[in-house]
């Protein structure tokens, strides 16, 4: 076991035991490990490289490439201002990520993890990336101005092929189906935007009330059911019609979710909370609480490696916040002002 291998640290219990639910699904119990990977800066998104059992963690100026079986650091993909994400094209052999500080992605080669090029993509506010295997593009996902777009990479060249114009101000996760079609969460919208991956034109939006701000995002191709992550409320869409079939309970302060279709787990977790919420697809529109499994405030995203089964999440700890300066703007509400990171916290959830 993963869990055996890393050095457990407190938790409150280092084992969670899901609630006994009926019939289709059994009771499971999940293993929660921690441990300390180092490194600076504030972190947004994770990825997991099922391949390799890589974890790519992003740290605010660079990313830290994780071994997921020991936590033992592999690799520091630097020079990537203010990253957000970080996507793979596994046929291509190359990572990309989303570096919001001076609009590029840096193209990396998955192997060797060392950067290749940076491609200009878009003016401002690059923040999600997700791969569609369709295409064979990357698209990273920007809240530029006056509306967000994707811009479109072709993994082989490094080259911008397209420019989609998005219906919404704050584009989130991505997700494509792998027949044509790609979704893409309009957090201040509370909407999905449906994207032709042969025209690159966004050719319906839904509203997934009562989703409020759905920022990640996951579809399971078997059953045609998109899962948007929302604060307090995510919700279950059909791919084809865009009706919301179910809602799904977890806390507060969701930016992402994950999905292990061999096991049909969603992972949502809720940064506010501290918590990972566990719901099993029992069928196409009834889920399951599976589990709410204990992390740390903080803890906002999510990967899933789908392989081994395993999900990993990861936060900075920060010291105390600074006197503030005289004449400073307040901070964002929900978003306090942060002290120093004083320590790492990279967390391992496996049943």
């Known amino acids: ?92 052999g190359r990572g990309f990520t989303t570096n919001g500080g001076d609009s590029t992605s840096t193209m990396f080669d998955l192997k060797s993890m060392a950067p290749i090029k940076k491609v200009h993509a878009g003016k401002d506010g690059l923040d999600g990336i997700m ?59 509370n909407a999905i935007d449906v994207v032709d991956a042969k025209t690159w034109k966004v050719v319906a939006t839904w509203p997934i009330a009562p989703c409020d701000g759905p920022t990640g995002i996951a579809l399971d191709r078997a059953t045609n059911r998109i899962f948007s992550g929302c604060s307090d409320t995510s919700v279950v869409v059909d791919a084809t019609t865009g009706k919301v079939v179910a809602k799904l309970a977890n806390g507060a302060g969701v930016d992402a979710l994950g999905w292990d279709p ?18 099993h697809e029992d069928s196409p529109d009834h889920y399951s609480l599976v589990a709410t499994v204990k992390t740390m405030p903080g803890v906002k995203t999510i990967a899933v490696d789908e392989k081994r089964h395993v999900a990993y999440g990861f936060t900075p700890e920060y010291g105390p916040a600074p006197a503030p300066v005289a004449g400073e ?13 004083v320590g790492t916290a990279f967390f391992t959830i496996a049943h």
């Open 1 to 92: 076991m993963i869990a055996d291998r890393l050095r457990l640290l407190p938790l409150g219990a280092a084992l969670l035991t899901a609630a006994l639910i009926p019939a289709v699904v059994p009771a499971q119990t999940f293993s929660v490990s921690r441990a300390a990977i180092g490194g600076d800066g504030g972190t947004d998104y994770l990825a997991a490289d099922t391949a390799t059992g890589r974890v790519y963690v992003s740290r605010g100026t660079h990313v830290m490439v994780i071994d997921g079986a020991t936590a033992k650091v592999l690799a520091d993909i630097g020079d990537t201002p203010r990253v957000h994400g970080i996507a793979f094209a596994q046929s291509d």
């Open 131 to 189: 791969y569609d295997d369709a295409s064979d593009k990357i698209l990273t996902i920007d809240h530029s101005r006056p509306e967000g777009t994707a811009v479109v990479i072709d993994p082989k060249s490094g080259d911008v092929v397209a420019t989609i114009a998005l219906t919404g101000r704050a584009p989130e996760g991505g997700v494509s189906d792998g027949k044509g079609r790609i979704f893409i969460n309009e957090e201040d919208k």
């Open 262 to 279: 061999g096991e049909k787990l969603i992972y949502i977790p809720a940064g506010r909370d501290g918590t990972v919420t566990v719901y």
């Open 329 to 341: 703007p307040a901070p964002p509400p929900g978003r306090p002002r942060r002290g120093p990171v």
